[in-house]
């Protein structure tokens, strides 16, 4: 558990985790640089409301993870935050699509592991956007939803 008094997640501080189980509270505002990389045993990434993805290679070589969910809010993702992660569907609830960052640094590319039969889901009427936005080279499977 975690104190609502807690609003950043540390530089590296789940890093490594084998056995970790963790849901991102919704009181949590920043994820630090490489706070989840690496963690072998996440299987889905859920991203609440209002949280900035600013720091690098924040959930990077999360390799069982299947499933990412990303805010509404959401408009700027940093270099390698979803790099070597073999989701296969992701939801993207950002009518605007975030902008991906261009460099890592030596780091993977966001997305940059996702099958090519991978589905992204998006508010309707977005899927023109995220089709002609970096995010159409990473997924070729953009599928509208009702985000009601």
């Known amino acids: ?5 807690v609003t950043k997640i540390p530089d590296a501080c789940f890093s490594l985790c084998k056995k970790l189980k963790f849901q991102i509270p919704d009181f949590i505002q920043n994820l630090g640089y490489c706070s989840f990389s690496s963690c072998e045993s996440l299987e889905e990434i859920v991203i609440p409301n209002g949280v900035s993805l600013n720091n690098g290679s924040i959930f990077s070589d999360c390799i069982n993870v299947k499933t990412i969910t990303l805010p509404s809010t959401l408009t700027y993702i940093s270099p390698s935050v979803f790099s070597n992660i073999p989701a296969n569907v992701v939801y993207c609830y950002a009518v605007a699509p975030p902008a991906l960052a261009k460099y890592s640094y030596g780091g993977g590319m966001n997305f940059n592991s996702v099958d090519k039969t991978a589905k992204l889901y998006v508010p309707m009427g977005s899927s023109d956007a995220y089709r002609k936005s970096d995010w159409g080279k990473y ?10």
């Open 139 to 148: 997924f070729s499977n953009i599928i509208e939803i009702d985000n009601k």
């Open 1 to 5: 558990t975690m104190s609502n008094m």
